[in-house]
């Protein structure tokens, strides 16, 4: 046991993991700036325990390393190991000890934002009201069933349970409420709708004289992939009805309707699409305001006055760049605007990014606590200085 | 040891388990308002037009993918035999054929099936279901840009003014040209001459294009490279007849020698069937794909791109033979498909070799 803690406290596990914390970062940099999104380059060598990495000129040779979370996890054990546990109990290494406390705290807001924090956005008009916003990388597949008084009842695939399937799989999608069972196949991550024309031929079902034909993805920027599949609906004693979905919504320019079959003698839509949230409030975007600075298009500014209605509580805030808004564990940033490619446009849209993390203070309180640490510390080695200099001057 | 273990597993586990079928019992459901627009096609959803297959953009307006196009002027060539009638607010095109036939081009909104049930309605005939209409027999027209769908009705006519003929025929061809409209082309007449004109109807289609600024047979649309290039000292170009045609040129010393640059987007048909149907109008057997796979390269906008000379008896799309060379560049670029030809006398075509290849590899995309 004591061999086992030695080891989780030693220095060398230290620089093991910050030799492989510079390994990961050059090779996700390298990677980063090549082949992936900054989205997947995240995902693959950062939010994992393991990379299988290829050897670049070495086709088929993987080499295995260590991901960010485990890499993170052993530092964080080193740290209340080798920082905490095992730190001798003195009145004079007090600073030491809170400063490796502030420490394991940002480790464990990191941990927490890792396993919860999600990001979302959400864009509106003046005079638009908003309670829900779409999920900036999640995708889900949505049954629709139209219910009385404008009202509807959707059904819910989680993208994870479709993203990455490959041909000839499927996912077949089914609820006790629901008249037929809904196949989900072909994703594609970056799709476009395109007519089947006589000289070809495609690996992917045509409808209505279209196919899904697969894009280069997007990268640098995951979001911008339009992701699309298609869905076959199997009704008793009915053909299959196949439908091509195509995940384009970009609210508050454009929402796709949804494909439309016939079960149980009535018309349904399934659409796929970001992920849509429901924020804990409503709110209405009052004034957007944005200036450029001057000859360019580059912003100077932009800001937003929404009014928030919280139950029976309304509030006004302003929005603006470094300047969100906290409620109810949703932190709206102002991050964007639009339409940027028109320059003649008189109507723009606001764009805000919806981040929920219950650990968005935390790095900020972590600080506050290594800053607290260090001061301690470091005062009480310049207080030893000066005393030991006047001992000296005295002696 | 929990490293290398751990590290094993991650290898060998994700390649375990998978299954092509899945069920997922969903249980995730919720109620909210909204305003969902059920039955719309897929153009309309998507806002994919006859000529567009671009995707929307982040930055599109809100205005864009829907509504009613303003579409420019129609073109045709009219099949020998035929008159044209005056336009009505309805026609943007209208047509008589010998025999009493009526042709008629007109755009509407509204989706196939509906469209297609009218003209079935006036011939009395029951209105075909979602699997009727897409067994719909799909057709090339406007110069194979676009596929229509075919509609054939036969029986006792009744048009829209109430006017009846007992032996009618119609043949109609539904294209679609915008997110939410289609062209519908209709030739009714006495069966008798419906049956006769059939080929001119579908030349008539056929011939079909909007006129453009400054032209008026454009280009297909949609995605084409802008390409520029230079062209070797003794060449020049000349007036092309095909609005495929991105340039046309030929040698000063060699006029039989033409050379130009066409391009389609997506694949094209794939580099393969390009190359054996250049190889069939001059006359030499089809190559396989390993053959394919062995035809030489050159460099042409930074790709590599098959090479192929061909000499024997060239065989035109007007059935003309003669003696000639074939020389032939194909080009995979990104979504569009780059096609350099040069045909002619094949002593002539021999002898521009240097300069074909010279023109192929000064193409630059602008």
Same mark, same amino acid.
């Given at each position: 046991m004591?061999?086992?803690?030695?080891a989780?406290?030693?220095?060398?596990?230290?620089i093991?993991?910050?030799a492989?914390?510079?390994?990961?970062?050059w090779?996700?940099?390298?990677?980063?700036e090549?082949?992936?999104?900054?989205?997947?380059t995240?995902?693959?060598?950062?939010?994992?325990?393991f990379?299988?990495?290829?050897?670049?000129?070495?086709? =088929?040779?993987?080499v295995p390393?260590p991901?960010?979370?485990?890499l993170?996890?052993?530092?964080s054990?080193?740290?209340?190991?080798g920082?905490?546990?095992r730190?001798?109990?003195?009145?004079?290494?007090i600073?030491?000890l809170?400063?490796h406390?502030g420490?394991?705290?940002?480790?464990?807001?990191?941990?927490?934002s890792?396993?919860?924090?999600?990001h979302g956005?959400l864009?509106?008009?003046?005079g638009?009201?908003?309670?829900?916003?779409?999920?900036?990388?999640?995708?889900?597949?949505?049954?629709?069933e139209?219910?009385?008084? =404008?009202y509807?009842?959707e059904?819910l695939?989680?993208?994870?349970?479709?993203? =990455?399937?490959?041909t000839g799989e499927k996912v077949?999608?089914r609820?006790?409420?629901?008249?037929?069972?809904?196949?989900?196949?072909?994703?594609?991550?970056n799709?476009?709708?395109?007519?089947?024309?006589?000289m070809?031929?495609?690996?992917?079902?045509?409808?209505e004289?279209?196919?899904?034909?697969?894009r280069?993805?997007?990268?640098?920027?995951?979001e911008?992939?339009?992701s699309?599949?298609?869905?076959t609906?199997?009704v008793?004693?009915?053909?299959?009805?196949t439908?091509?979905?195509?995940?384009?919504?970009?609210?508050?320019?454009?929402?796709?309707d949804?494909w439309?079959?016939?079960?149980?003698?009535?018309?349904w !839509?399934?659409?796929?699409r970001?992920?849509?949230?429901?924020l804990p409030f409503?709110i209405?975007?009052d004034?957007?305001?944005?200036?450029?600075?001057p000859?360019?298009?580059?912003?100077e500014?932009?800001q937003?006055?929404?009014t928030i209605?919280?139950?029976?509580?309304e509030?006004?805030?302003?929005?603006?760049?470094?300047k969100?808004l906290?409620?109810? =564990?949703?932190?709206?940033f102002?991050?964007?605007? !639009?339409?940027?490619?028109?320059?003649?446009?008189?109507?723009?849209?606001t764009?805000?990014?919806?981040v929920t993390?219950?650990?968005?203070?935390?790095?900020?309180?972590?600080?506050?606590?290594?800053?607290?640490?260090?001061?301690i510390?470091f005062?009480?080695?310049?207080?030893?200085?000066v005393?030991?200099e006047?001992?000296?001057?005295?002696? | 040891?929990?490293v290398?273990?751990?590290?094993?597993c991650a290898?060998v586990?994700?390649s375990c388990?998978?299954?092509?079928?899945r069920?997922?019992?969903?249980s *995730?459901?919720?109620?909210v308002k909204?305003?969902?627009?059920l039955?719309?096609?897929?153009?309309?959803?998507?806002?994919?037009?006859?000529?567009?297959?671009?995707?929307?953009?982040q930055?599109?307006?809100?205005?864009g993918?829907?509504?009613?196009?303003?579409?420019?002027?129609?073109g @045709?060539?009219?099949p020998d035999? @035929?008159?044209?009638?005056?336009?009505?607010?309805f026609?943007?095109?209208?047509?008589? &054929?010998?025999?009493n036939?009526?042709?008629s081009v007109?755009?509407?909104?509204?989706?196939?099936?509906?469209n297609?049930?009218?003209?079935?309605g006036?011939?009395?005939?029951?209105?075909l279901?979602?699997?009727?209409?897409a *067994?719909l027999?799909?057709?090339?027209v406007?110069?194979g840009?676009?596929?229509?769908?075919?509609v054939?009705?036969?029986?006792?006519?009744?048009?829209?003014?109430g006017?009846?003929?007992?032996?009618?025929?119609?043949?109609?061809?539904v294209?679609?040209?915008?997110?939410?409209?289609?062209?519908?082309?209709?030739?009714?007449g006495?069966?008798a001459?419906v049956?006769?004109q059939?080929?001119?109807f579908?030349?008539?289609?056929d011939?079909?294009?909007?006129e453009?600024?400054?032209?008026?047979?454009?280009?297909?649309?949609?995605?084409?490279l802008?390409?520029? @290039?230079?062209l070797?000292?003794d @060449?020049?170009?000349?007036? &092309?007849?095909?609005r495929?045609r991105t340039?046309t040129?030929?040698?000063? &010393?060699?006029p039989?020698?033409q050379?130009?640059?066409?391009?389609l987007?997506?694949?094209?048909?794939?580099?393969?069937?390009n190359v054996?149907?250049w190889?069939?109008?001059i006359g030499q057997?089809?190559?396989?794909?390993?053959?394919?796979a062995?035809l030489?390269?050159?460099?042409?906008?930074?790709?590599?791109s098959?090479?192929? *000379?061909?000499?024997?008896?060239?065989k035109?799309?007007? +059935?003309?033979?003669?003696?000639? +060379?074939l020389?032939?560049v194909?080009?995979e670029?990104?979504?569009?498909m780059?096609f350099?030809?040069?045909? +002619?006398?094949?002593?002539?075509?021999?002898?521009?070799?240097?300069?074909?290849t010279?023109?192929?590899? &000064?193409? *630059?995309?602008?």
């Amino acid at each position: 046991m004591k061999r086992i803690i030695d080891a989780l406290a030693s220095f060398k596990l230290t620089i093991f993991v910050l030799a492989g914390m510079f390994v990961l970062t050059w090779i996700g940099t390298i990677v980063q700036e090549t082949t992936m999104s900054l989205y997947e380059t995240q995902k693959v060598y950062f939010d994992s325990w393991f990379v299988i990495q290829p050897v670049p000129g070495l086709d =088929g040779i993987n080499v295995p390393l260590p991901g960010g979370v485990l890499l993170m996890t052993l530092l964080s054990v080193n740290l209340l190991v080798g920082g905490i546990l095992r730190l001798r109990r003195q009145l004079s290494r007090i600073g030491i000890l809170i400063t490796h406390i502030g420490i394991a705290m940002l480790m464990a807001s990191g941990l927490v934002s890792l396993m919860v924090a999600e990001h979302g956005l959400l864009g509106a008009y003046e005079g638009d009201e908003a309670v829900e916003y779409a999920d900036a990388h999640h995708l889900e597949v949505v049954a629709f069933e139209v219910l009385d008084d =404008g009202y509807v009842k959707e059904y819910l695939l989680p993208g994870d349970e479709f993203i =990455g399937l490959r041909t000839g799989e499927k996912v077949t999608m089914r609820h006790p409420d629901l008249p037929f069972e809904l196949d989900v196949h072909d994703f594609i991550l970056n799709a476009s709708p395109r007519r089947k024309g006589p000289m070809f031929n495609v690996s992917v079902p045509v409808v209505e004289g279209y196919y899904l034909h697969q894009r280069e993805p997007a990268i640098g920027s995951r979001e911008v992939n339009l992701s699309g599949c298609y869905a076959t609906a199997r009704v008793d004693g009915k053909a299959p009805q196949t439908g091509i979905l195509w995940a384009t919504d970009n609210k508050p320019v454009r929402e796709t309707d949804p494909w439309t079959f016939e079960a149980d003698g009535k018309q349904w !839509g399934v659409k796929l699409r970001k992920e849509v949230r429901e924020l804990p409030f409503k709110i209405r975007v009052d004034d957007f305001d944005m200036a450029f600075h001057p000859g360019t298009r580059r912003p100077e500014f932009f800001q937003s006055d929404i009014t928030i209605w919280d139950g029976d509580a309304e509030a006004t805030q302003r929005i603006e760049m470094n300047k969100p808004l906290r409620k109810s =564990g949703h932190i709206l940033f102002q991050t964007n605007w !639009g339409p940027q490619n028109d320059p003649h446009a008189t109507k723009h849209y606001t764009v805000f990014e919806i981040v929920t993390n219950p650990a968005d203070q935390w790095p900020a309180w972590s600080c506050y606590v290594i800053a607290i640490g260090l001061l301690i510390h470091f005062s009480r080695m310049l207080f030893r200085y000066v005393r030991t200099e006047q001992m000296v001057q005295k002696a | 040891m929990f490293v290398p273990l751990a590290a094993t597993c991650a290898v060998v586990l994700p390649s375990c388990g998978r299954q092509p079928v899945r069920v997922v019992d969903v249980s *995730e459901t919720r109620v909210v308002k909204k305003d969902l627009r059920l039955g719309r096609n897929l153009a309309e959803r998507f806002g994919t037009g006859s000529s567009s297959s671009r995707p929307p953009r982040q930055s599109d307006s809100p205005a864009g993918g829907g509504g009613m196009p303003s579409l420019p002027p129609l073109g @045709w060539k009219l099949p020998d035999g @035929w008159s044209e009638k005056p336009k009505t607010q309805f026609r943007m095109g209208s047509f008589a &054929s010998p025999g009493n036939g009526d042709c008629s081009v007109s755009v509407a909104g509204g989706d196939l099936r509906e469209n297609v049930n009218r003209w079935r309605g006036q011939f009395g005939q029951q209105p075909l279901d979602a699997a009727g209409i897409a *067994e719909l027999t799909k057709r090339p027209v406007m110069n194979g840009r676009v596929n229509g769908h075919l509609v054939e009705c036969r029986g006792a006519y009744t048009s829209m003014r109430g006017e009846k003929i007992d032996d009618a025929a119609l043949l109609g061809v539904v294209i679609p040209v915008g997110p939410t409209v289609s062209m519908f082309v209709k030739f009714v007449g006495p069966s008798a001459t419906v049956v006769e004109q059939r080929e001119n109807f579908f030349a008539l289609c056929d011939s079909l294009y909007f006129e453009s600024a400054g032209s008026n047979a454009p280009a297909p649309s949609g995605g084409r490279l802008s390409l520029a @290039w230079s062209l070797p000292d003794d @060449w020049q170009e000349v007036p &092309s007849g095909s609005r495929y045609r991105t340039v046309t040129a030929a040698p000063k &010393s060699n006029p039989a020698v033409q050379c130009w640059v066409s391009q389609l987007s997506g694949n094209g048909g794939g580099v393969r069937n390009n190359v054996n149907r250049w190889l069939g109008e001059i006359g030499q057997p089809y190559l396989g794909p390993t053959a394919i796979a062995a035809l030489p390269t050159i460099k042409v906008l930074d790709r590599d791109s098959v090479l192929i *000379e061909a000499f024997g008896n060239y065989k035109g799309q007007n +059935g003309e033979s003669r003696d000639a +060379g074939l020389l032939g560049v194909v080009c995979e670029h990104d979504s569009n498909m780059i096609f350099i030809k040069m045909v +002619g006398p094949s002593d002539a075509v021999r002898a521009e070799k240097e300069n074909f290849t010279n023109f192929c590899t &000064s193409l *630059e995309a602008r």
